[in-house]
Every structure is written in structure tokens, then in C-alpha cells.
């Protein structure tokens, strides 16, 4: 892993494009870069049930973040995950039906860390590894896939 200094430096670097993506979006997001998280909230557009989403970003940029959907006790269940769906323009949907977000910059959805991809490599290789899967590399460009396939969303995972 990175050291957290690193890490915090990248935060920063990215911070005022989180925070235009964010007001563009309607989200709120908190970048706290001394303890490498970032928390954003939002609303599922169909069900209008709150969102949190966290990423642990300890070692990014050279792993990906650790990407959970929390419910309002602050634990990453099933539930607190949006379900997938499907929409023109999109293969398939990063809501995995496990309670996972399922994309290559996401660290959790590497087998090393009990995700189902073992087919994507080493967890430094996350911007190159998994060809075809969807692609973002800064936080913000994560923050707004989430937001693309939350659209297609019918509901909450049971």
C-alpha cells in the first residue's frame, strides 16, 4: 500500500472536481482526506430511500478504493444496496446481486478480497486489468457511474 500521505495528496488533487461533479449532481459529498474516506448521499431515484456510499480509500491511486453502500446504522448490508437494472447504451449494471458493487475500481470485487473476480488481476493493475468491464479512474468518474447505473435502478436489494 501506498502511504497515507500519498493517498491524502491525491485527495486533494481531486477534491475540486468531487466537489463540481457533486453540486452538478445533487449529491453531497465529504472528502476527508487525512482519513482517506470519501461519504457521499444521495436518494435512489425510484424509491426515494436515502443513499450512503463510502469509499475506504487507503492505497488509491495505486489500488482502487473500497467501495460499500451503507445502511443508516452505518453497516454495509445487502439491503442498503441498490438493485441492478438495465437501460440503453449500458451492459449489464455494477450492483452486483450479492451487495456489491461489482467494477474494477472497486478493490472489494477482487477474489484476493472475497469479490468474484479473480479474472481481473492484481489490485495495482485496476485501470488496465479488466478490459470490456466499465471504467473510471478518479473519484469523481466513480462517483458518477454509480450515478448512471442508480437511474436504471428499480428498487433496493432484499
Not at 478493490?107 to 468491464?133: E, I, M, Q, S
Not at 471504467?135 to 469523481?140: D, E, R
Amino acid at each position: 500500500m501506498l502511504p497515507a500521505l500519498v493517498t491524502r495528496a491525491q485527495l486533494e488533487v481531486e477534491l475540486a472536481a468531487i466537489t463540481a461533479w457533486a453540486g452538478r449532481a445533487g449529491w453531497q459529498v465529504d472528502v476527508d482526506p487525512a482519513g482517506r474516506l470519501v461519504t457521499a448521499r444521495t436518494w435512489h431515484p425510484r424509491t426515494g430511500v436515502p443513499l450512503w456510499v463510502q469509499a475506504d480509500c487507503a492505497g488509491y491511486p495505486s489500488v482502487a478504493p473500497a467501495w460499500r453502500f451503507l445502511d443508516q446504522a452505518g453497516e454495509s448490508q445487502k439491503s442498503a444496496y441498490p438493485a441492478a437494472g438495465q437501460q440503453p447504451g449500458i451492459s449489464g449494471s455494477v450492483f452486483h446481486g450479492n451487495g456489491l458493487i461489482c467494477a474494477p475500481w472497486n478493490r472489494l470485487a477482487y477474489k484476493v478480497n472475497n469479490g468474484p473476480h479473480g479474472d481481473w488481476g492484481a489490485l495495482t493493475a485496476w485501470k488496465t486489468a479488466a478490459a470490456g468491464y466499465t471504467q473510471a479512474h478518479t473519484i469523481a468518474d466513480m462517483l458518477q457511474t454509480l450515478s448512471v447505473h442508480l437511474t436504471a435502478s428499480p428498487a433496493m436489494m432484499t
